[in-house]
């Protein structure tokens, strides 16, 4: 490295690179002066492009390149000239993963070791990225590269996420020059809550939008324009969409290409992909297949109707994948285009945790039911199910099809302590530094190790300072030396994961493991002492490649001694303490938030896309909403003030001429109370909630005043407890995303005038 750097003359172990010395010679006059230009930085001679692509909730099984039913044409392309690693790991999580990708350090280092809209005030969990921790863009666009990011983010601290910034720790403050996607956990696919670099923006509202084919068209036009200016310049383009996590979003010509294909049900399609992966080599001969866990049913004990829902729920599943596989698909034929893809490195990492088991034992139409812990019948999903794909559901398939989807393993995303949350294919291609094709790789390694690799590759070391501060150790390890060497030893010895207690050690082919004391399809877990309590469990996964035979009872001391190694990786890396809650952790109040403190706020027209995390926390108390306007002669219905969308939230708003205040619970019920016709001049319009008290999501009694007279009241039987929406926002005179209300039209501007809007929080 040191050599090299001497070769292209640039130190790069500081970033940024000192701009060169002045060589020229400076006079009285330009005539008797000597021009010169400070050198500009360049990427190392041959450095490769470097296309970078993970998913969401992709489960191990559900790729045709890996022996699953889901036809990814651009992943099945790259893996027959690529090659197929078997043993790559994530963390289990959405936000912890994409933390440990970018910047090659893990979860807990990075201060993720939750997602963001549940950290906490500790130093593995607070959710603030340490500056010691660069990421691989900071890296490369220090050293010549453009570098971009599309799709989704869910890395900026939730209190953080608004137009209030600060915007550091946004893509566009870690190194990407440009940013186009989402910053929260998921969006819908057809009104999605996006962002370029860090400016709100809305989609255009037409009814063959899809957010999958908006970034690719968006990737594909930056990769064709950074060719055509600048040809020897490389770039790095991360390419992460969200679709086949919640909500499950696909053109309805896609879904019905899958009609009737897993009519067969989960048991049978585990089994099916068990067999498909042995016949191509994915996993070694006597591979068992772990069984089905007893919580979830068995596909054959189910009746008529559910086997006809569920079977649809895995087709919208699979038209989402196969959906935006294909996009990927278009960005690669368009490196191909510029001449540029046999010296681009792609990583193609098949999700960024296990498929998620989130969606209950019977499917979800609308995911925010399960963070609210709300029960939803199943005659009501049933009647509905022809929606499901489209922009009236927020859906999600049920739990079994995730755990079909991670076969040959056990459990799902969450559940870090087995592979099946943590174990996702990867796929890398390179024919210019790469002579293998289509082969299998089977090295232990995990998502950290992508950052080393990619230095590795293009020739950079890891820098010692970054913007003036010094670098902490990166934390993964390359795996280029098994490029070409199949049958080379592993470089990660060792490996530990965590994720809301549960947890694992990986150390030279064995692996301990805790026992999930909850299943993952629980929206609201027990407390309980996560370090006592808990069992565990032992593996040769050397011998044992699905984690099928638990050894524990056979070999304690090997047990005690990765146990003991567990603890002590735990407080290396910050991963202390262990904590199993969940969706109690989603209250705003425990993060700092712009509204500490505070109780009363005022706010004007057009303040929109206010995430939850900033806006006042209306949940589970009583409070006051006035709005201060001016109705006109003309056209009077318009929106006031709204927080959610259409699976979920309230608004108060003008229709019809008369004030009306909604609340919609998780897309199940709604509650509308009203008031007269308003005549034009100014009205103070007040809604007033007296919450019932005695926990989470109960109801209470609503009121609503113009000009201080009474004109409405009624009852709102219950409320969400715990999180109106992962991506609809707190808008004033205008509704960003989707209605609250199926009765209005978004963005249902208000047209007169909106001179403030004022909350009052009580208890």
Sequence with gaps: MAQDMAEDQWDRSVLPIPMTEFKGHIGLRT?????DFPRQVTAPEGAPNILLIMPDDVGFGAPTAFGGPVPTEAYDRLAEDGLKFTQMHTTALCSPTRAALISGRNHHSNSTGVIMEIGTGFPGYNSLMPKENGTIAEILKGNGYNTAWYGKNHNVPDWQSSQAGPFDLWPTGLGFEQFFGFIGGDTSQFTPAIFDGTKPIEPPNTEDYHLDE?????????????????????????????TSHAPHHAPQEWIDRF???????????????????????????????????????????????QKELYARMMEVYAAALAHMDHQINRIIDAIEETGELDNTLVIYLMGDNGASAEGSPDGLLNEM???????????????????LGGPNTFGHFPSAWAHAMNTPFQWTKQVASHFGGTRNGMIIRWPAGIKAKGEVRDQFHHVIDIMPTILEAVGLPAPTSINGVAQSPIEGTSMMYAFDNADADSTRRTQYFEMMGNRAIYSDGWVATTTPPEAPWISVTQKSDVINDWAWELYNVEEDFSQSRNLAAENPEKLKELQLLFYGEAAKYNVLPIDNDKVTRLDVSLRP??????????????????????????????????????????ETDGMLVTQGGRFGGWALYVLGGKPVYTYNVANLERYNIEGDTLPPGKHTIRYEFEYDGGGAGKGGNGKLFVNDELVGEGRVERTMGYRISLDE???????????????????????????????????
Excluded: C
């Design 214 to 242: 908006d970034m690719a068209d968006r990737a594909i036009n930056y990769i064709r324009e950074q060719h055509a200016l600048a040809p020897e310049k490389p770039f790095f383009v991360y390419y992460a969409p969200g």
């Design 729 to 763: 926002t707190f808008d004033i005179g205008s509704d960003a995303g989707e209605p609250v209300s199926e009765d209005y039209h978004v963005p249902f501007d208000f047209p007169g005038k909106l001179e403030r809007v004022e909350v009052k929080l009580g208890s």
């Design 31 to 35: 005539a008797e002066s000597a021009l």
């Design 369 to 387: 039911t399960f963070f609210n812990n709300i029960a939803v019948p199943f005659e009501e999903t049933y009647a509905r199910m022809d929606e």
């Design 259 to 305: 009609k009737g294909q897993f009519d067969m049900g989960w048991d049978a399609m585990r089994e099916q992909i068990h067999a498909n992966m042995l016949e191509k080599g994915i996993i070694p001969e006597g591979t068992a297949l772990t069984p089905r866990p007893a919580q979830l049913r068995a596909w054959d004990s189910l009746n008529d109707q």
């Design 593 to 634: 938030s712009l509204t500490e403190g505070r109780s009363e706020f005022t706010y004007y027209d057009n303040m929109t896309r206010i995430p939850e995390g900033t806006a006042p926390d209306f949940k589970n108390k009583s409070h006051t909403i006035t709005a201060h306007v001016e109705i006109g002669s003309g």
